[in-house]
Structure formats: C-alpha cells, structure tokens
C-alpha cells in the first residue's frame, strides 16, 4: 500500500490489512536492537477514516526477570481511498 510514517501496511485484495512492516523499529518502539529478538507478543489497531489511517501498535518485550510494554502509533493520509474500517492484528511468540 505505501508508507505511514515508516509503517508499510500490506493490504489484501479485500482492503483488509495483512502485514505490517516497521522501518527502524528499535527507534519506534526507543528499545535497543536487541531487545527486539525478545519480543512476547505484538498488537496493531488500525483505524482507516475517510481521510486518514491511524495505526496504534503494542509490543511486550521480555527482559531480565519482567516484562517491557511498548506504544507507538503512526497516522497518514488515506491516499489509497481504503472503506472506513478498524481492523486488528496480533502475534504472541
């Protein structure tokens, strides 16, 4: 589809998303690189309006003896003309 402040959202022929890709992600999320080869589970919300798409991710790192909770959020505008929707993504490892 294209780029969202350094998120490429694949969307499917049904509109629906199907990946995410985050450029820089350690800069994203502020962790170090390494943290993220410990990531837990993953979580995306993506809002699509007629005019914008906001999407809003949470990361859960295992680090030491606990767990790390990161947000970060991406909007831009909907040039792809995408229906209004809201979709989510998850991934627990």
Excluded at 39 to 50: R, T
Excluded at 78 to 84: A, C, G, R, S, T
């Amino acid at each position: 589809m294209g780029l969202i402040d350094d998120i490429i959202l694949d969307v499917g022929e049904d509109h629906s998303a199907i990946a995410i890709e985050i450029l820089d992600a350690s800069k994203k999320f502020s962790v170090p690189k390494s943290d993220l080869s410990n990531i837990l589970h993953f979580n995306a919300e993506i809002s699509v309006s007629k005019e914008t798409i906001k999407v809003v991710m949470k990361l859960v790192i295992k680090k030491r003896n606990g767990l790390i909770n990161k947000f970060t959020e991406a909007c831009g505008l909907n040039n792809n003309d995408l229906p209004v929707s809201t979709q989510e993504m998850a991934l627990s490892y």
